[in-house]
């Protein structure tokens, strides 16, 4: 999903086509390449300290509570996983480092992470070079899998991307809560608020809808009273605030305070228990676009709910589940494999169909990468979860 760190993105991509020069990984790996025994080595590389340790910590610590599972139940193909985890520290230059680390040095098959477009787009040409699969269970900025009109084909994703998030809410908006008029609060030092604030519109419109205004603010930023009272003279019936929960917490808690009541709508971003603490009692007439909820009744959340709290006794939020969901899906796409080398997990990856996940049943669509499957639609009344809908 998620935080883009631009000005050094250049840099660490060309740093990315300078460096792997060990060759393909998988076709030279003894434990994950031509070898037929000894463990299958599958890469982390998030962000588990930095400005959005709260999405990679949750993503690798899912990861990892599924290669837990898969091992106790026999591995893949009788072979176990063996996880090769490392911090990117919330910076694309060092996810190159360590992804270029991972494919040449310790030999993976797959790289999971990281969890933000920014971190996972550094790392393109790496994956291209050694042709060892990415993948990512919250990148979801549009140009991250198909780029200029063409698939890269080693990059995969099980989120949803940004124009499908910003479309589905403002279906949503105009159906469920009457929204017929917004104004939009975007983070333009974020690729991922832009791309859902684009969409977010482009859907409103065309529908009939009205775009009141349109403001900006950037990472970072803590008093937001000036433009929220400039929105506060004008009339409309809801704001779409794409971004992330340390500043969104922030705006909510504010927008309320000057007597806005209006319904605030908003991305995947937004998941994170420290959502609350940041708005407090405003925490109410919120909306957001998500992979899960902890409130689905499915027998398979219900499941992954359970072995989670009784792993670490605490309540799985969605990155939990996308980390989860994506090493269940790349452990399914080595045992379908022809063999287990970057090309073949590839080939299986984009072939990917009907596979039952916690956060839903995903196809990937071969032509983009991205899955296929149903988005939830999660809502809150004084601080609660209140509204839990899947489309």
Do not use: W
Request: charged share 20%.
């Amino acid at each position: 999903m998620k935080r883009t760190f631009g000005a050094v993105i250049a840099g660490a991509m060309s740093l990315a086509l300078l460096s792997g020069c060990g060759g393909p990984a998988a076709t030279t790996s003894s434990a994950g390449g031509t070898a037929s025994s000894g463990p299958i080595k599958i890469g982390l590389n998030f962000e588990e300290s930095g400005a959005v340790a709260s999405y990679g910590t949750a993503e690798a610590q899912g990861a990892k509570m599924a290669a837990d599972e898969i091992n106790a139940a026999g591995g893949i193909n009788g072979r176990q996983i063996q996880v090769v985890e490392y911090d990117d520290k919330s910076d694309p230059a060092q996810a190159t480092t360590l992804t270029t680390k991972l494919m040449t040095s310790d030999k993976v098959v797959t790289v999971i992470g990281p969890a933000t477009s920014g971190g996972m787009k550094a790392t393109v040409p790496v994956a291209t070079k050694n042709q060892v699969p990415i993948i990512s269970g919250s990148a979801t900025a549009d140009d991250l899998t198909v780029t200029n009109g063409k698939v890269n084909d080693y990059v995969f994703r099980t989120c949803f991307n940004d124009s499908f998030q910003g479309t589905a809410m403002a279906k949503y908006a105009a159906s469920k809560l009457n929204v017929k008029s917004a104004v939009i609060l975007e983070d333009t030092s974020s690729d991922y608020a832009k791309g859902l604030a684009a969409s977010f519109n482009s859907q409103l419109t065309s529908g009939g809808g009205k775009i009141v205004d349109t403001q900006a603010y950037k990472a970072g930023d803590t008093d937001f009273n000036a433009v929220l009272t400039k929105f506060k003279g004008q009339t409309f019936d809801a704001i779409y605030l794409p971004g992330y929960y340390q500043e969104v917490g922030l705006v909510i808690a504010q927008a309320r305070k000057l007597g806005i009541t209006a319904p605030i709508l908003g991305g995947d971003g937004y998941d994170s228990p420290k959502l609350a603490e940041l708005a407090g009692a405003g925490l109410t007439d919120v909306y957001y676009t998500n992979h899960y909820s902890s409130a689905d009744k499915d027998p398979k959340v219900v499941a992954f709910i359970d072995a989670y709290k009784k792993k670490f006794n605490a309540e799985p939020n969605a990155f939990n589940a996308m980390g989860y969901d994506t090493m269940m899906l790349v452990a399914d796409a080595i045992k379908r494999a022809k063999d287990v080398t970057g090309p073949s997990i590839k080939d299986a990856l984009a072939s990917t169909k009907d596979f039952v996940a916690v956060t839903g049943t995903i196809t990937i669509d071969p032509a983009t990468h991205n899955p296929i499957k149903s988005v939830t639609f999660i809502g809150y009344k004084d601080g609660k979860v209140a509204v839990t809908e899947k489309a």
